[in-house]
Each structure stands twice: as structure tokens, then as C-alpha cells.
């Protein structure tokens, strides 16, 4: 790793971080953790192909870092993927904090994030609703 891979940010000493630095920092862990998650996992029964980081959200004092994971296609899975992710949460962190200096390395917990699936089914329901009418296909609002 050289030098200019690590990423700072800090908030003042004594002033709460802003909401622009913590969207900052929670999309800076986001993309960290996505990119660690490829070079670390070697399990044979994992599809890391299936597993997106959707966002995180880090508290304001940077103790902790809730990390949503979306696990697509692997419903009688999910559980044990999720555990498997868990297993590796020390050694994410450990990567968290030697490329990001932040005053605390947030402590990681995993959660599912089913907000993609629930998309893709309202989606699902929109085109099948096209198709049994096709109707609805047609602009129904007048030209402006």
C-alpha cells in the first residue's frame, strides 16, 4: 500500500462532525468495504457476485458503522452469507483503519438491506400490469 491510498478525514477537535464530512465518510467506508470485500473473500460457498454494499450509515460520534448488504438470488442463503460477512467484520475493520484516518474506527455491524429486491418486484408487478393491458403503455398525459 503506498502513502496516497490512505484517506483523511477528521472532524475539530471538540465540534461534532458536520452532516457533509459524514456522508463523506459513510461513502468513503461504503466504497472501502465493497473493494475489501473482493480481495479477502475466498470461501467456496460464497457469491460475493450476489453481494452489494447498498450504503452505510456511521454515528456522528464514528463508534459505529451499521453496513446494509443486499444478497440477491440466495434467499435460503442469505442468513449464512450475512454470518459469513460477520465473520470477517475484524479484519474489515482492521482495513478500515489502516487506510481511512478518522478520529475512531467505527465498529461494523452488518444488516440485510432488502430495498433492491422490493424495487425490482414493484417493478415486476408495473410490467406485468403493462402486459395483461396494454394500455397503460401509452402516454396517458397530453403533450405539454
Known amino acids: 500500500m503506498i502513502a ?3 484517506h483523511t478525514l477528521t472532524a475539530p477537535p471538540n465540534r461534532p462532525m458536520s452532516v457533509d464530512r459524514l456522508i463523506r465518510v459513510n461513502a468513503l467506508l461504503k466504497r472501502e468495504i465493497g473493494s475489501y470485500l473482493f480481495r479477502i473473500m475466498n470461501e467456496n460457498q460464497f457469491d460475493l457476485s450476489a453481494v452489494t454494499i447498498t450504503r452505510v450509515a456511521t454515528s456522528k460520534d464514528l463508534r459505529e458503522a451499521r453496513v446494509f448488504v443486499s444478497i440477491r438470488d440466495h434467499h435460503g442463503e442469505r442468513a449464512r452469507m450475512l454470518a459469513i460477512l460477520r465473520k470477517h467484520r475484524a479484519e474489515i475493520q482492521a482495513h478500515i483503519s489502516a487506510t481511512i484516518v478518522l ?3 467505527p465498529c461494523l455491524t452488518f444488516e440485510p438491506d432488502t430495498s433492491v429486491e422490493e424495487g425490482d418486484h414493484v417493478l ?3 410490467a406485468q400490469l ?4 396494454p394500455a397503460l403503455k401509452e402516454d396517458s398525459f397530453p403533450a405539454t
Open 4 to 6: 496516497n491510498d490512505i
Open 103 to 105: 478520529k475512531y474506527t
Open 124 to 126: 415486476n408487478l408495473i
Open 130 to 133: 403493462e402486459t395483461e393491458n
